[in-house]
Nanobody
Framework: QVRLMQSGGGSVPPGGSLKLSCANT????????MGWFRQPPGKDREWVAR????????YYADSVQGRSTISQDNTKNTMLLEMNNLKPEDTAMYYC?????????????????????WGKGTLVTVSP
């Protein structure tokens, strides 16, 4: 059974940075599309970023483009999301997701329903 183990998050001031980590219990060389969704308080869950663990191709939502970097540490089967210049609107519960896919670029991969595996979530709060 694949599990996603999240770490990181917490409270940071506006303009600050943080890094989220997601460890996959499976070998990520098995070609996963891994990414992040977030759910701000009182709002719907939204896609943030994703990458393919085989090709390394990465994709970002407009809301975080230019402020975020998704990467992986293959030796640890871990995906990382570094976010900079954080804004109050980045406050949300962040969820790591994964699905076995040969390709990660299709637009449908911005939809929650296409990810089989989910982490438990980690809270990020951006406030003074």
């Amino acid at each position: 059974q694949v599990r996603l183990m999240q770490s990181g998050g917490g409270s940071v001031p506006p303009g600050g940075s943080l890094k989220l980590s997601c460890a996959n219990t499976d070998d990520t060389t098995n070609n996963y599309c891994m990414g992040w969704f977030r759910q701000p308080p009182g709002k719907d869950r939204e896609w943030v970023a994703r990458m393919h663990t085989g090709s390394g191709d990465a994709y970002y939502a407009d809301s975080v483009q230019g402020r975020s970097t998704i990467s992986q540490d293959n030796t640890k089967n871990t995906m990382l999301l570094e976010m900079n210049n954080l804004k109050p609107e980045d406050t949300a519960m962040y969820y790591c997701v994964a699905d076995r896919r040969p390709y990660c670029g299709a637009a449908v991969m911005t939809q929650q329903v296409n990810y089989k595996y989910w982490g438990k979530g980690t809270l990020v709060t951006v406030s003074p």
